[in-house]
Each structure stands twice: as C-alpha cells, then as structure tokens.
C-alpha cells in the first residue's frame, strides 16, 4: 500500500478551548486537553530523551489518521511531510492492542476528572459541585466515545501488519527490460503525459524477474508473469486523462482523478479497456501491488462527526459520585 508506516494504537488528546488567557494586546482563547479516546494511529519515528539526573524517557511520533477541521468535522489523514511531519503529535507510549491503549486511555482519563474538581474550595455544598464537575466530564467523555467508535469503525482497514518496503517498478519497454528507481506511486505522480498498463505479479515473480534482469539474462519473460493481472491502465492521447483501475477482464472499476481522489466509474461510466488492443507504444510496468492496495491508497474517505453514531455506544462512568 501507498503508506506503510507501522501501525499501533494510542491513547489521542482530544482539546478543546478551556477559557480565556491575557495574551500580548488582549484575550486569547486558552486550549487544553479535555479528554483521551483510543485510536489507531501511523507510528512516524520514536526517539529517547536523556536528563541531567541520568534517567530517560522515551516519546512516540504519530499520526492520527482523523483529525479536526472545519464546522466540527473530523477529516482522514495521512503523514504529511515538509521538513519533518507536520500533522503528527508526540504520545507517551504506543501499544499493541487496543485493550491496552485503553487501560491507559482510561487511567489518563482519571487524572483529567480528578483535576477538574480536585481544587474545588471547601464550601457546604462541596459534594454537589463535585457531582457536577464529573457529570460534566463525563457528559464530554461520552460525546468523544461516540467520535471514538467512529473513527475505529472508519480504520478498521488500517492493519497493523502493512508494514513493507514497497518495490520498485519493472519496466518493459518496446522489448528493453529494466527496474525503474521509483515505487509505483511514485511512478503515478509524473505519468501525465505517458501511456501504461500496470500488472500486478506476486512476490515470487517479482524476486524471480529482478534476478533475471541482474543477471542479463531475459529470455520470454511471457512464462515468468504468467497470470499478471492488469489493475491500472493510462492513455494520455484519450479523452479521459484520469488513471483507469481496472480489473483482469479491463473493467473500468473506478479512475483516479487530478486530485488523487479515487471515484467510482458509476458517475462516468468510462468504457472497459480492450486487453487485447494493448501495443508496444504502451509501456508494460510490473508491481507486486495489488488492485486491493491501489482501491485502499487511494480512497477518499468520507468527514466524521462525534455525533454521527453508528449502532449503539455505551456511556462510560469514570467515577460512582455516591462513593465521594
């Protein structure tokens, strides 16, 4: 697939503006974090921190795969890179499982609570203002557990075990054999202006086709890819200049537009590529990419909102105010 960072979960600061703080001419907004919820998220790098008192601590950097934007929105993301990441957060640890980003989400989720009523003053109704204090953190937590639920049901494709080095393109051209430098996404950010057909081989096929061309020894290679299957297909001389994803029989299922966003062929109806009318002024590129890789890289992922609630969600109760 087209990011292949490791996969893990944490627990994500949700924030929100707490207040109000005097800032150089007048009021700013004050920002902190209101609550934890799990997540998936990309792992980018970790690093480890050493102190003058002679101990360390590790920090993580992620990636959340949504994030808020506008009008209460959550949007699906991906690392974005301009001298360094620049939509990732630091966490404290990163986790396996989700059940363990959640005792730790939870835990964190505690201390929050706690400090929200913790340095209330003593007065006679003390009890209720701190029944209202956790009421009111925990009406917050229950809204973000909605947004929680969602996000896992919107990355339950996001698997953990994704991480791969992705391979660089072969290339046949008019008959000269070659491995280009780029992988195949890379390969589609400058292919504008060129005509291709793109098969999926195994790995297998792959490793065996990538000896062969160290070796110089390329024979018909027609017996080593035997079975390829075409997934996408490029004419910069049609009418339509999106990249086509197809399948082995050359249905257009979906095509790739300008933007990189992926749109069902069922709003443009493209006819189905003619396998057979394939020539050699096409350029013949093996990867060992999948149509499954190139749907999931390149799909566009619908906004989420913490209200949307699929199914039902449980309120989660941090604290039993009877026992205060």
Known sequence: MKYNYPVKYAAMPIIEQVGWTHGLNELERDYDVVCYIVSKCYLVSDRTNYKENGKNEKEYQVVFPYQPGQYNNWERVTPSFNNGCTNSNFVEKVFDT?????????????ELCEKAWVYLPYTKDLNDQISKKIQEF????????????????NTSSLEQSNVKELDKLIINNKGKI???????????NYSTYLRFIVYSISPEQYNRLLTLINNQDLPDISSI?????PILYHDHESNNKSIMVINKN???????NEWGFLISNDKQELPSVDLRAIDD????????ETLEDIIWSFNQHKYITPNDVQGL???KTLFDVNKK
């Open 281 to 288: 002024k096409t350029e013949n590129l093996f990867t060992t």
């Open 138 to 153: 925990n009406d917050r937590l229950s809204r973000y557990k909605m947004l929680e639920q969602q996000i896992l049901s």
């Open 178 to 188: 070659k491995v280009l430098s780029s992988s195949l996404y890379e390969y589609l």
């Open 98 to 110: 989700y059940e363990e980003a959640l005792e730790f989400a939870t835990h964190k989720n505690e």
């Open 250 to 256: 050359g249905n257009v299922l979906y095509y790739i």
């Open 313 to 315: 969600t449980l309120k």
């Open 225 to 229: 890819i035997e079975n390829a299957s």
